[in-house]
């Protein structure tokens, strides 16, 4: 069983930056290193949808094209964390922002098996 924490949302205003860290527990080290990781993010009356993931094998990552270039997503096994690196915030990536993972190699949200509890972002105009 994996559990995952998320930290680091907060209020800050479009253009600003922000560096949420997930951090897993109940796996060691070299069973977090075979997950795959992500994050997605829900905003108030959305569905919850994709932001960016990292492949254990590869290290390779992908991202929704509305934070390519913005967003960055890394991870240190060393530490079983997650981060996601976000730069250039704008008042729409506001939302609550889960941290996830899964041993299948898809990025729907039905594939991840563990969910942190989310950590609210909010991009003031």
């Known amino acids: 069983q994996v559990q995952l924490v998320e930290s680091g949302g907060g209020l800050v205003r479009a253009g600003g930056s922000l560096r949420l860290s997930c951090i897993a527990s109940?796996?060691?080290?070299?069973?977090?290193?075979?997950?795959?990781m992500a994050w997605f993010r829900q905003a108030p009356g959305k569905e919850r949808e994709f932001v960016a993931l990292?492949?254990?094998?590869?290290?390779?990552?992908s991202s929704a094209d509305s934070v390519k270039g913005r967003f960055t997503i890394s991870r240190d096994n060393a530490k079983n964390t997650l981060y996601l690196h976000m730069n250039n915030l704008r008042p729409e990536d506001t939302a609550v922002y889960y941290c996830?993972?899964?041993?299948?190699?898809?990025?729907?949200?039905?594939?991840?098996?563990?969910w942190g509890q989310g950590t609210q972002v909010t991009v003031s105009s």
């Open positions: 996830a993972a899964t041993q299948s190699l898809g990025s729907r949200a039905d594939e991840f098996d563990y």
């Open positions: 109940g796996a060691s080290k070299p069973t977090f290193s075979r997950y795959n």
């Open positions: 990292i492949r254990w094998i590869t290290g390779s990552t």
